[in-house]
Nanobody, 126 residues
């Protein structure tokens, strides 16, 4: 069974940092383009960052550029999202997604991805 498992969410104060992890279970992530999406209450699912299969290319939403960094460790079958200088507007459920296709640059639209994790909650509040 192919699964993506997110972890690392939690409650953090404004200006703080979190690192999310997305682990693959049942398949090898290095063959997949991986993206992070988020969904805030009452809003649609928004693409945050994505990374190519070998990690040589990334793409990020303007709202997180300079604050969030996506990376991958294919040896650990894991993709990371380092989030710095978090603000209340970053509060959302964060999902990782995977697709076997090779893109350049990788897309941030949800329709491009076939596999999804269950999400991890990130809450930024004082």
């Amino acid at each position: 069974q192919l699964q993506l498992v997110e972890s690392g969410g939690g409650l953090v104060q404004p200006g703080g940092s979190l690192r999310l992890s997305c682990a693959g279970s049942g398949f090898t992530l290095e063959y997949y383009t991986i993206a992070w999406f988020r969904q805030a209450p009452g809003k649609g699912r928004e693409g945050v960052s994505c990374i190519s299969r070998r990690g040589s290319s990334t793409n990020s939403a303007n709202s997180v550029k300079g604050r969030f960094t996506i990376s991958r460790d294919n040896a650990k079958n894991t993709v990371f999202l380092q989030m710095n200088n978090l603000g209340p507007e970053d509060t959302a459920v964060y999902y990782c997604a995977a697709d076997i296709a090779h893109y350049r640059p990788c897309p941030l639209n949800r329709t491009a991805y076939d596999y999804w994790g269950q999400g991890t909650q990130v809450t930024v509040s004082s």
